[in-house]
């Protein structure tokens, strides 16, 4: 299958700090990536819709100033977390389309202190 | 919008038996339907899907049927092995080249030797 890497792959960050997850379409270009969410014991939760040259669509219940989309390119969409609260650790999972499927990267740990 | 309920939660089967996972989907314009395998902190892995115009799909020990008036589908796993052990995540998509996704509640799958 296509590949998807995700980079971090964790990190620590202080609350009120501000953290940057990058997400990469490896052997394909990827128009559009799709961001998850997934607690621990919990199932993925879809955050937005990155749509790349164009502005990301954000499902219900989901802060767009808090949680920032860019898709620059055709094979990289960013997420930056802004002002991290604890509340906001989490494991973070990108995807992109290809094949006629979705492939995931390998998840940012994200652990805010 | 799309709501997927899967069941069992935990599903424990001695190796060599089969496993069965249900789900059921809320919107009837959903038509794409992947099943993901994680293991505990990797990246969700597609093992087989199923589009909306076929009523069942086999690779190898896995098969997954769909029934579109019931609106739901189901994972079939036979001759199970230790390796088969994860969470399995069935999903649903209206778009049927494998975009965006609306997972289940995921079933963690225990295969005692």
């Known amino acids: 299958g296509a590949v998807v890497s995700q980079h971090p792959s964790w990190v620590i960050c202080k609350s009120g700090t501000s953290v940057k997850i990058e997400c990469r379409s490896l052997?394909?270009?990827?128009?559009?990536m799709f961001w998850y969410r997934q607690f621990p014991k919990q199932s993925l939760m879809l955050m937005a819709t990155?749509?790349?040259?164009?502005?990301?669509?954000?499902e219900q219940g989901v802060e767009k100033d808090k949680f920032l989309i860019n898709h620059a390119s055709l094979t990289l969409s960013t997420l930056t977390v802004t002002s991290a609260h604890p509340e906001d650790s989490s494991f973070y999972i990108c995807?992109?389309?290809?094949?006629?499927?979705?492939?995931f990267g390998q998840g940012t740990r994200l652990t805010v202190v | 919008g799309e709501n997927v309920e899967q069941h069992p939660s935990t599903l424990s089967v001695q190796e060599g038996d089969s496993a069965v996972i249900k789900c059921t989907y809320s919107d009837s314009a959903s038509n794409y339907f992947p099943w993901y395998k994680q293991e505990l902190g990797k990246r969700p892995q597609l093992i087989i899907d199923?589009?909306?115009?076929?009523g069942e799909k086999k690779d190898q020990r896995i098969a997954v049927t769909l029934n579109k008036t019931a609106k739901h589908f189901s994972l079939h796993i036979t001759e199970t092995q230790p390796e088969d052990s994860a969470v399995y995540f069935c999903a649903a998509s209206k778009d049927n080249q494998g975009g965006k996704l609306i997972f289940g509640q995921g079933t963690e799958l225990s295969v005692k030797p």
């Open positions: 990155s749509n790349e040259g164009s502005k990301a669509t954000y």
């Open positions: 052997d394909f270009q990827a128009t559009t």
């Open positions: 199923i589009r909306s115009n076929v």
């Open positions: 995807s992109a389309r290809a094949d006629r499927a979705s492939f």
